[in-house]
């Protein structure tokens, strides 16, 4: 038997893009009633310009919600957002500091009307500080952050990497743990709470590889591409195969090293998995050269009952498609919004609850009737 661990728990979604549609697409994968509150016409950002097919990044950010589209600018639209408040348990707004007071929904408004209400803003550099009011997006984040200057391999300009550390590392998991740790809170105070969230920081937050780095190297900030995780060690890295795939290495422990270095044939590059500095370049070499030796499926033939910490560089197709993210759940086909999409299942497993799209992505306003005019439906 399912039990939704956020049964009768009410959201308020008014978030755009990336982090807060994370956030709350968690919580309402977990059982929360979410209620996304959208302009009127083209709905949010992330679903493209009005008129356009259905933008990929609104679908896979948005099952298990309701749509409401509402004109903020108007009395009406915010009259009705101030009476769905009183109800709630929870808001989520991605606005720049200062937009939802000027709305007349701030935190200081919304908690004299619904003091139980946890209200959490994601912003990029957060409520205060010299750059609160500056627009970004992931890449500035991780920039400040200290991220893409380190994001270098093997002397090419620095990148953030295909995966929005910042927006969703940092952004939706980090909101959606301090919402979750308020709710508990509120169980037995009574008190709500304005929960500040900039990406900046989240993204600083999880940079700890390249600070425990800078300890190591006797506080010297390390060499973009070279630090323990990103190239700095021969025993963690990627070597390119025969047929131009590659294995990724990540035999950090001597026991795992010893392994895999038993498994290529070449007990003598043992002592070499942690060459730093003049050594590190010798011992690559000599690693790659025999990784070069063999196709990507015959190393895998190889390493397959090897514990090393080996495993194949993935397409996202192949990735999709693997024997061990089938057996785990981590595919689901959506349709809603007048789409169907690949997508995601909630990477949670607990006892008791199952994984289900109740709902797809919504239409721009599709539940205003039931939303607007009368008591949300379950």
């Not at 619904?114 to 627009?135: D, E, M, V, W």
């Not at 400040?144 to 093997?154: L, T």
């Not at 890295?237 to 035999?251: E, M, N, S």
Request: proline share 6%.
């Amino acid at each position: 038997m399912t039990r939704l661990p956020l049964s009768d728990v009410k959201v308020l979604d008014f978030t755009a893009l990336l982090p807060g549609a994370i956030c709350t697409q968690y919580l309402a994968d977990l059982g929360a009633d979410v209620t996304k509150i959208e302009p009127p016409g083209a709905g949010e950002a992330a679903r493209g310009p009005e008129g356009t097919p259905p933008g990929g990044i609104f679908h896979v950010t948005n099952r298990n919600k309701r749509s409401v589209a509402l004109d903020l600018k108007q009395p009406d639209g915010v009259a009705v957002v101030r009476r769905l408040m009183a109800d709630a348990d929870i808001l989520v707004e991605g606005f720049r500091p200062g937009v939802m007071a000027r709305l007349g929904l701030g935190w200081d408004e919304v908690r004299a009307i619904n003091p139980r209400l946890i209200y959490c803003s994601i912003t990029g550099y957060g409520q205060n500080g010299p750059l609160a009011h500056k627009a970004g997006h992931d890449i500035n984040y991780q920039s400040y952050a200290g991220i893409v200057g380190q994001n270098v391999i093997d002397g090419s300009r620095p990148s953030p990497g295909a995966v929005p550390v910042a927006d969703l590392g940092g952004g939706s998991l980090t909101s959606a743990v301090a919402i979750l740790a308020a709710l508990f809170d509120v169980q037995r105070t009574g008190q709500g709470r304005h929960i500040d969230i900039s990406l900046t920081d989240t993204a600083m937050a999880l940079n700890v590889a390249a600070l425990a780095s800078k300890m190591m190297f006797g506080g010297r900030d390390p060499v973009p591409g070279r630090d323990i995780l990103s190239g700095g060690l021969p025993c963690y890295r990627t070597y390119r195969t025969a047929d131009g795939r590659y294995l990724a290495v990540g035999a950090l422990e001597p026991k795992f090293w010893h392994a895999f270095c038993t498994a290529i044939e070449r007990p003598d590059l043992i002592a070499r998995g942690w060459d730093m500095g003049a050594g590190l370049e010798a011992a690559v070499s000599e690693i790659a050269a025999v990784i070069a030796t063999r196709s990507l499926d015959q190393w895998m033939v190889i390493f397959e009952h090897v514990d090393a910490c080996v495993s194949p560089v993935l397409t996202l197709e192949e990735s999709l498609a693997h024997a061990n993210t089938v057996a785990r759940g981590m595919v689901a086909e959506v349709s809603g919004g007048g789409a169907t999409t690949t997508q995601y299942a909630l990477p949670i497993r607990m006892t008791d609850f199952d994984f289900a799209v109740r709902r797809g992505p919504p239409l721009v306003g599709e539940h205003n009737g039931e939303v607007v005019t009368g008591e949300v439906a379950r």
